[in-house]
């Protein structure tokens, strides 16, 4: 990989990746350690945040409020940018590149990766952008996507088509939600791959349906296929994994892709304006970056995370966000979120005229619970849900208009009974 300048790469000569080393040369800047919490705590992670609790916040996963070890780390960073910024900014850039080590590290730990696969990216769309903007592509070869995905992809792909005409072709993976099954989503992937389908692109937690789905094995069933397939045919498996990062228990390695993107300021908790891409390989081909870098461009996640200067301070406190959620224990999260959301479906469902939209079996679902009510509008349900001081919102994506709630680790059971009678009074 091309180095930065070649000042940079004498003055980096041997630090880079060796966070110990780069370290060494770094002023202290007394970033606090994040609070330690204890597994499971999930009242004392409420206390942590500074959300106005006279409501039930149901709709974290837009934005997360920033909470204190957030709001500390951030702090620290700035009054250090603050008071002498030039100096931060020092020409060999070590004391950036080593914050932005940590987050790596942070990140890496927490998905079982090494920190040279992590690029640092500024939200989940920047991720698809670079993802879907880069993805090499030879003519003739084809994106193969959903059209349950987000507008960010959408757009990620229309504007990749008017830039080099790549071709793009979109699978509907099933037909209502509440009766979609492991079985038919993986038959109907594997009936549309054809030989010139070089990218597929998929949503793991979606935001119109509160579907979840079996990622791993969709990258069993491209595994399978690239077998058969020389390395410039061989299939690219990119997933947009915002709404499943921050709630799944799952590890890298197990979801069986080239390339997970993620914001890390919804369901992580971390600062807003932050995300990540993780690469199965430090030294990928696979993509082409679509600007410069002001990283050590030497490995993937030093040469895709995006360059000029940033709003370093929340780009650097990312890392205690991931220190959080290993705190709390991936485990005891994933058990929490699926805890409640089971609980509120179980509610919802003793209303006359609720429909459930999002299925309710665990392995279709994660931490969304969307629904309707027979008759009634979505966004005037909404909106009197909000005027009661319990925070939904509603959108009309692939499944047709919704009241989007999810359930989170800084909700509790008395919220969701208090969200349910509110609906009864409505039914
Ligand atoms: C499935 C999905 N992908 C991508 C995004 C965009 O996320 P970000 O705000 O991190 O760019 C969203 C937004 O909520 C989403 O629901």
């Given at each position: 990989m091309i180095q930065n300048t070649r000042r940079d790469f004498i003055k980096a000569g041997g630090l880079v990746g060796a966070g110990l080393t780069l370290a060494a040369s770094v002023p202290a800047t007394a970033t606090p350690q994040s609070d330690t919490l204890r597994r499971g705590d999930w009242q004392r992670l409420r206390q942590l945040f500074p959300l106005d609790y006279r409501y039930a916040h149901f709709a974290n996963f837009l934005v997360s409020a920033h909470c204190e070890p957030i709001r500390a780390a951030i702090e620290a960073h700035r009054a250090r940018l603050d008071g002498n910024p030039a100096q931060v900014m020092d020409y060999d850039r070590q004391e950036v590149w080593q914050h932005e080590h940590e987050v790596r590290t942070q990140a890496a730990r927490y998905l079982g990766v090494?920190?040279?696969q992590i690029a640092l990216t500024g939200s989940t769309t920047e991720g698809l952008n670079i993802f879907y903007g880069g993805v090499r592509l030879k003519p003739g070869q084809e994106i193969l996507t959903t059209v349950h995905e987000h507008y960010s992809v959408r757009y990620a792909l229309q504007y990749r088509t008017e830039r080099d005409g790549a071709g793009v072709r979109k699978l509907r993976l099933f037909e209502d939600p509440r009766q979609a099954s492991e079985d038919e989503i993986l038959t109907r992937i594997a009936q549309g791959i054809r030989p010139e389908t070089r990218v597929l692109g998929m949503t793991?937690?979606?935001?119109?349906?509160?579907v979840k789905l079996p990622i791993g094995k969709i990258g069993e069933l491209v595994k399978e296929t690239n077998r058969e397939r020389g390395p410039d045919e061989r299939i690219i498996y990119g997933i947009d994994g915002v709404h499943g990062f921050g709630v799944e228990n799952l590890d890298f390695a197990a979801m069986n892709c080239d390339f997970f993107i993620s914001g890390?300021?919804?369901?992580?908790?971390?600062?807003?304006g932050t995300g990540i891409i993780c690469a199965?390989?430090?030294?990928?081909?696979d993509l082409v970056p679509l600007g410069a870098t002001f990283s050590q461009n030497q490995n993937f996640g030093t040469t895709f995370t995006?360059?000029?200067?940033?709003a370093f301070e929340h780009r650097w406190a990312a890392s205690k966000a991931f220190e959080l959620h290993l705190q709390l224990g991936k485990d005891a999260v994933q058990q929490r979120i699926h805890g409640l959301n089971h609980y509120l479906k179980q509610q919802l469902q003793t209303l006359k005229g609720v429909e459930l939209?999002?299925?309710?079996?665990s392995a279709l679902s994660a931490g969304f619970t969307f629904f309707r009510i027979a008759g009634q509008d979505d966004e005037a349900l909404a909106a009197y849900l909000i005027q009661n001081r319990v925070m939904v919102d509603s959108v009309s994506r692939d499944a047709g208009p919704v009241v989007r709630m999810a359930p989170g680790l800084l909700n509790t059971e008395a919220e969701v009974d208090r969200a349910i009678r509110l609906l009864a009074a409505r039914t």
């Open positions: 090494a920190p040279g793991w937690v979606h935001s119109g349906s509160g890390t300021h919804k369901w992580m908790f971390g600062p807003r199965a390989s430090e030294h990928t081909r995006p360059g000029g200067y940033q939209v999002t299925p309710s079996s």
